[in-house]
């Protein structure tokens, strides 16, 4: 599927996206629609984001083979063949997220990847590489960290991205990894989308942990209307999570997309 050249300008990297002129956001128009259920508008909803895909060609074919298309998927933009997995991804009716490396607590020991996003270097420097990650494809409603314990903690380094995030008319989602991450309030005083994993479902990663969470996943849906998941692209990950799907579609649970949580959440907590 091909990127609208509406919301595509130049850089010095390579097409990017923006805000139409008549201001149409690529979250929302690489949203993928939700049809509401009319015998139970008010049944839990529950959103799901598999990270990390794109890097292992078995790995991505497995999850857009296993996965339904209310999973958003997160790709890296390191892999060969990026563009046709997301291409594919968007064909198969799945949202898709760009994941931009930032840099973790134990940098350099632990390395994203090249164009990392460093609490040492300028604003200038660290949207002119926010840039490079936005040209590796296109299609995207939103950004994702790729690792970035210490950036996204550190609010004079994640507080232009955000912004710059935000004026492309992208969401930013956060997984959930790290708890020191200022991200929410920043994305709320600039009034731009945003979703917050409530759970990690993979942080064990064997097959009875990741479906004990899921099942807490669900129950928080259930609680509270809406629950958000964040799991990596692990084959034992991607196994349970789509054997899970069609049974709680079954039970009257409503798997949306990214873009449904991060469209209402005009302020963070």
């Given at each position: 599927?091909?990127?609208?050249?509406?919301l595509l300008e130049g850089s010095?990297?390579?097409?990017?996206?923006?805000?139409?002129?008549?201001?149409?956001?690529?979250?929302?128009?690489?949203?993928?629609?939700?049809?509401?259920?009319?015998?139970?508008?008010?049944?839990?909803?529950?959103?799901?984001?598999?990270?990390?895909?794109?890097?292992?060609?078995?790995?991505?074919?497995?999850?857009?083979?296993?996965?339904?298309?209310?999973?958003?998927?997160?790709?890296?933009?390191?892999?060969?063949?990026?563009?046709?997995?997301?291409?594919?991804?968007?064909?198969?009716?799945?949202?898709?997220?760009?994941?931009?490396?930032?840099?973790?607590?134990?940098?350099?020991?632990?390395?994203?990847?090249?164009?990392?996003?460093?609490?040492?270097?300028?604003?200038?420097?660290?949207?002119?590489?926010?840039?490079?990650?936005?040209?590796?494809?296109?299609?995207?409603?939103?950004?994702?960290?790729?690792?970035?314990?210490?950036?996204?903690?550190?609010?004079?380094?994640?507080?232009?991205?955000?912004?710059?995030?935000?004026?492309?008319?992208?969401?930013?989602?956060?997984?959930?990894?790290?708890?020191?991450?200022?991200?929410?309030?920043?994305?709320?005083?600039?009034?731009?989308?945003?979703?917050?994993?409530?759970?990690?479902?993979?942080?064990?990663?064997?097959?009875?942990?990741?479906?004990?969470?899921?099942?807490?996943?669900?129950?928080?849906?259930?609680?509270?209307?809406?629950?958000?998941?964040?799991?990596?692209?692990?084959?034992?990950?991607?196994?349970?999570?789509?054997?899970?799907?069609?049974?709680?579609?079954?039970?009257?649970?409503?798997?949306?997309?990214?873009?449904?949580?991060?469209?209402?959440?005009?302020?963070?907590?």
């Amino acid at each position: 599927m091909a990127a609208d050249p509406r919301l595509l300008e130049g850089s010095r990297h390579g097409q990017i996206p923006k805000v139409a002129p008549d201001g149409t956001k690529p979250s929302e128009t690489y949203a993928k629609p939700v049809k509401p259920q009319a015998a139970r508008p008010d049944a839990p909803r529950v959103a799901i984001v598999i990270g990390g895909l794109g890097i292992s060609a078995n790995t991505t074919n497995e999850a857009l083979a296993k996965l339904p298309g209310e999973i958003t998927t997160a790709f890296t933009p390191y892999g060969t063949d990026i563009e046709r997995w997301v291409s594919r991804a968007r064909t198969e009716g799945h949202e898709v997220l760009l994941q931009v490396g930032m840099e973790p607590l134990d940098f350099p020991d632990n390395d994203p990847g090249p164009q990392t996003l460093l609490t040492s270097l300028s604003p200038d420097q660290n949207i002119d590489r926010l840039h490079w990650f936005m040209s590796r494809f296109q299609g995207y409603v939103g950004v994702s960290s790729l690792m970035g314990a210490r950036f996204t903690a550190t609010d004079h380094a994640i507080s232009p991205v955000l912004r710059e995030i935000g004026r492309r008319g992208l969401i930013y989602f956060d997984d959930g990894a790290s708890a020191r991450s200022v991200a929410g309030q920043i994305a709320g005083a600039n009034n731009m989308g945003f979703a917050k994993a409530d759970a990690i479902l993979d942080a064990v990663p064997t097959p009875g942990e990741i479906d004990n969470a899921l099942a807490r996943l669900e129950s928080m849906a259930g609680t509270g209307g809406i629950a958000i998941g964040a799991a990596g692209a692990l084959p034992v990950t991607i196994d349970r999570v789509g054997q899970w799907a069609k049974a709680a579609q079954g039970r009257g649970v409503t798997l949306v997309p990214i873009s449904t949580v991060a469209s209402r959440a005009k302020t963070a907590t």
